[in-house]
């Protein structure tokens, strides 16, 4: 099974901050990634698909990038509403489809 | 409007069998495949089981193969999860979601709201 690895596992910031999400496969998984956020007592939300993809709805502020091993999601101006937790997920070859630990994202 | 309503969680003893169900509307239901994912308290999602929109494939995570079975009944817009032989690690949140395709990825754009397992003596 695809491995997926997140870093950090958490972080502290400010509103207005510049904040990036790394997450690694195990093995390539070409663009087959997807981000989602998910925030207390919630279900998750999709952010990002196909590495870089934004669903409609989702605001520009949000951003993915990579392919292969490596990819990143960045929130370019921090918002409020955007402290939440962040999952990044694999959909490549045969599943099962895994998910990588999480970021949670906190007020400084 | 899309909407994805799961119920059927509760208390149950180890050992023990539930049935999950997921109602689905708002949408084909049978153009979509549609999986599991489940939440232990406060950790992270765990990825279950997925079903092709025929039903004609299945797959699992390992920790529940064997164990589990995902169908759906396309006429009645609905999705199960029967679990057998329940651990108390099989205590979640379990959430139902749609499967979409676009730009070659598959992904996960409705949610339903989960329902929760908990598997105690």
């Known amino acids: 099974d695809i491995q997926m690895t997140q870093s950090p596992s958490s972080l502290s910031a400010s509103v207005g901050d510049r904040v990036s999400i790394t997450c690694r496969a195990s093995?390539?998984?070409?663009?087959?990634l997807n981000w989602y956020q998910q925030k207390p007592g919630k279900a998750p939300k999709l952010l990002i698909y196909a590495a870089s993809s934004l669903p409609s709805g989702v605001p520009s502020r949000f951003s993915g990038s990579g392919s292969g091993t490596d990819f990143t999601l960045t929130i370019s101006s921090l918002h409020p509403e955007d402290f939440a937790s962040y999952y990044c997920?694999?959909?490549?070859?045969?599943?099962?489809?895994?998910f990588g630990g999480g970021t949670k994202v906190e007020i400084k | 409007e899309v909407q994805l309503v799961e119920s059927g969680g509760g208390l149950v003893q180890p050992g023990g069998s539930l049935r999950l169900s997921c109602a689905a509307s708002g949408f084909t239901f049978s153009s979509h495949w549609m999986i599991w994912v489940r939440q232990a308290p406060g950790k992270g999602l765990e990825w279950v089981a997925n079903i092709k929109e025929d039903g004609g494939e299945k797959y699992y995570v390992d920790s529940v193969k064997g164990r589990f079975t995902i169908s759906r009944d396309n006429a009645q817009n609905s999705l199960y999860l029967q679990m057998n032989s329940l651990r108390a690690e099989d205590t979640a949140m379990y959430y139902c979601?749609?499967?979409?395709f676009g730009s070659g990825s598959h992904h996960y754009d409705y949610w339903g709201q989960g329902t929760l397992v908990t598997v105690s003596s």
């Open positions: 093995q390539s998984i070409s663009s087959n």
């Open positions: 997920q694999q959909s490549y070859g045969t599943p099962p489809r895994t």
């Open positions: 979601a749609r499967a979409n």
